[in-house]
């Protein structure tokens, strides 16, 4: 029996693909695109700390929908900052990616993209 994951994750891949240029998107790069979507600056150019703050972006936005994580505002740079209300569920790696995978599909579904 397949759950709404594997039924929906899919549709977020599609959605995403023409952002990636022939490479399938995994989660560490749908993160990437949440957290640009989040910043909302049309810079193209990152450097792998920048990167890794937009995962971190992403990731906070898409646990906020499950109220794990609360915006404080921006910096001084216009980066949205979050702080942590709730601790998160201790996971496996694999428990983990599930988790990111159901909360980018509530985040496609609350945006109305799927």
């Keep these: 029996m397949m759950n709404a994951i594997d039924d929906k994750w899919p549709l977020v891949i599609e959605f995403l693909k023409g952002k990636f240029q022939e490479k399938q998107p995994d989660v560490k790069s749908v993160l990437f695109v949440l957290g640009l979507r989040e910043l909302g600056k049309r810079q193209t150019e ?24 609360e915006t404080e505002g ?11 209300v709730k601790p998160l569920p201790k996971m496996t790696t694999k428990e983990q990616e599930k988790f990111i995978k159901e909360h980018v599909v509530k985040y496609f579904e609350a945006e109305a993209f799927i």
Excluded: R, V
Excluded at 74 to 84: I, S, V, Y
């Design 74 to 84: 921006n910096d001084a740079d216009g980066w949205p900052l979050w702080k942590q």
């Design 46 to 69: 990152f450097s792998k700390e920048a990167k890794m703050d937009l995962m971190n972006i992403g990731f906070c936005k898409i646990c906020s929908l499950s109220g794990y994580f």
